[in-house]
């Protein structure tokens, strides 16, 4: 060990490197108790330890060198001895022969600590990923599968023969069609553009996503990185926010919800989720919209433009390219649907979901397109359906013992049309269709004294209304169903028009003495053979400055029957019967148990025996059919609705 550490020292110093060990044991034989290799290793060691030390001596001996002159006597005393090629060792490592540059081993130096520190960096931002990664997995909204079928659903209106009258939506189209009723070229076409390893993937497609980023780069892109998976857990659970955030708890949401449920069931869901365009969502309500067809009549061409909307549906839409859409040379921009539905064609073919012969096909056949959208058009009937709505609304409301306010009523036609309902009306199209031909193209309505006030516009709708107006109620008296209502003389041209027969109350003058007073004076033992003074006399309670209304024609002066006071509308005879016998209070009464709105009531002479109280058309109309009837049944009810 001695040895072993002169050896060291010399090198230490810049002196000639000598091996020099002590006689290696031997055994029985003579020969190294170490199989021989004791002298290499101990040479290797020494050798090891002399490159280690050795550049800190050179170091050291340069750094001299360049701060003092060294005289010649120094200097060949520092000089190494050469020894004998032959006779010096060779070990594993040789001796540094000259002295490190000082810039290499800063850059050397500069080199580990950059790559150390690249290490250390590298790990920490992996832990910091790793844990913010952490966070927003712990952090990801809980996966309420029932959500991804609780899609905003159309509702449906139809006639009182059960024909359909129109759709009933809000701002967005939608129509559920499970995953039977959608036709396998339809899938396809979805499959082959959109996640092509569907079957396939967990929830995650890192081949898809890599050949996204490339044809971006290329700039031919196709198809997005997201799997159909993902697209719905970002519809119907996160948000369309750009963020990591959402797309590290879209992947791992992915993968629980492919975890969780079957293939199909994913597929259903998206398909009847997924934006196609002009309010629509889901294909169904899509094919109806642009082609007017059902799931089951499309062609493979109409399969590829739809799913080829998915990725960019306004860009693509088939029917701003036709109609709306034009190149500067007056060409339509359909070329940009076709294309893409070129692209959807390709891919299924590549991917063996048609053959040759139905590609070549499909590539020349002509897409019909719908100018007009049938469910955007104003539906038929337009005065009986807006009032239909209305009276469901009024019904669901006292269903759930909820005030009427503007609040309430709009949450509820709110739920009306995004809840898939079906609402059956009890109108009778033929009768309806002759009530509003008639009051429309009736010629004999009385002149305006204003000539210039025969026509009105209405500042904010901008419609303008001839006048005067008229309005009309049809009640089957057997039943109590509404089977036709028109609110105007002119036919709707927009929803929400103002609709008289239920919205506009007018004075209904003698038309209300049979419900107001003779109704109840029956009622409180008159007969029609009851004889009432018929004579410009005060009648108590009545008001006004004389005290009693106007007699008009004086043939049935003196004392007349309750009959004649009927037949030929005796104001004078109303008027003392609603006063001797029956009581303004009690005829109010009478009034707002046949329908009538309290609230347009005027209790009083002239309101309850003349008809100055305001009722509308729907009132009168409901009231005289159940006076008719004798049926104690009170409020407006008459409207037949099932809602399923």
Not at 212 to 233: F, K, M, P
Not at 613 to 621: D, H
């Amino acid at each position: 060990m001695d040895n072993f550490k002169n050896e060291h020292n010399s090198a230490a110093d810049g002196d000639t490197l000598v091996f020099e060990s002590p006689a290696a044991a031997t055994n029985a034989n003579g020969e190294p108790a170490d199989g021989g290799n004791s002298g290499f290793f101990k040479k290797t060691f020494a050798s090891v330890r002399s490159f280690f030390a050795k550049p800190f001596s050179d170091k050291k001996g340069a750094n001299e060198s360049m701060h003092s002159k060294p005289n010649n006597k120094n200097h060949s005393r520092a000089k190494r001895t050469s020894p004998n090629k032959a006779d010096a060792p060779q070990g594993v490592f040789a001796p540094r022969r000259r002295p490190r540059s000082t810039l290499l081993a800063i850059v050397f130096t500069v080199i580990k600590l950059v790559v150390v520190a690249g290490i250390l960096c590298g790990f920490i931002g992996l832990g910091l990923v790793l844990g913010i990664a952490k966070a927003y997995i712990d952090t990801t909204p809980t996966l309420d599968i029932s959500a991804l079928t609780e899609s905003d659903r159309t509702s449906y209106i139809y006639d009182g023969n059960g024909n359909m009258i129109t759709t009933f939506a809000s701002m967005e189209y939608r129509d559920w069609a499970n995953i039977d009723e959608i036709p396998d070229n339809l899938k396809n076409a979805l499959i082959a553009v959109e996640d092509v390893r569907f079957y396939k993937h967990s929830g995650l497609d890192f081949k898809r996503l890599f050949s996204a980023v490339i044809n971006t780069l290329r700039n031919t892109n196709t198809h997005g990185g997201s799997t159909i998976t993902q697209q719905l857990i970002k519809n119907k659970v996160l948000s369309n926010v750009q963020s990591y955030k959402r797309k590290i708890q879209e992947a791992y949401l992915a993968y629980e919800l492919e975890s969780t449920v079957s293939k199909d069931k994913i597929l259903e869901a998206y398909m009847n989720d997924v934006y196609l365009g002009d309010s629509n969502y889901g294909f169904k309500t899509a094919a109806k919209d642009y082609f007017g067809k059902e799931l089951d009549e499309l062609t493979i061409r109409e399969c590829a433009m739809l799913a080829g909307m998915v990725q960019k549906p306004n860009v693509t839409n088939p029917r701003a390219n036709t109609y709306k859409r034009f190149y500067s040379s007056g060409r339509n921009k359909m070329d940009i649907t076709n294309d893409r539905t070129n692209v959807v064609l390709k891919a299924m073919y590549d991917e063996g979901f048609i053959t040759r012969a139905e590609y070549d096909a499909a590539l020349v056949e002509h897409v019909n397109i719908l100018e007009v959208s049938a469910q955007k058009q104003l539906y038929d009937m337009a005065y009986f359906v807006e009032y239909g709505v209305y009276d469901v609304v009024t019904h669901m409301l006292e269903a759930r013992d909820l005030a009427d306010t503007p609040a309430n009523r709009a949450e509820i036609e709110r739920e009306l049309r995004t809840g898939g309902y079906h609402i059956y009306l009890t109108v009778k199209p033929d009768i309806q269709n002759t009530v509003q031909q008639t009051i429309t193209e009736w010629q004999n309505y009385p002149r305006l004294r204003n000539s210039a006030a025969s026509e009105i516009t209405d500042p904010n709708s901008g419609i303008t209304s001839a006048q005067p107006q008229a309005a009309s109620v049809i009640i089957d008296q057997h039943t109590g169903y509404i089977v036709a209502m028109v609110g105007g003389r002119e036919e709707p041209i927009q929803k929400r028009q103002l609709n008289r027969a239920y919205q506009s109350s007018m004075p209904v003058g003698s038309s209300i003495k049979p419900l107001a007073v003779y109704g109840p004076a029956l009622d409180m033992g008159a007969t029609p053979a009851t004889c009432v003074l018929n004579s410009e006399l005060a009648i108590d309670g009545y008001g006004g400055e004389r005290g009693y209304p106007k007699i008009g024609s004086r043939r049935w002066e003196g004392l007349t029957s309750v009959r004649r006071g009927i037949t030929s509308s005796l104001n004078i005879v109303a008027a003392r019967i609603l006063f001797d016998i029956v009581t303004p209070e009690l005829s109010a009464k009478y009034l707002e148990r046949l329908g009538v709105d309290p609230s347009r009531i005027n209790v009083d002479g002239p309101g309850l025996a003349l008809g100055t109280s305001g009722i509308t058309p729907l009132e009168m109309a409901a009231a005289i059919c159940l006076h008719c009837q004798r049926r104690h049944v009170y409020g407006t009810h008459l409207l037949h609705d099932r809602c399923c």
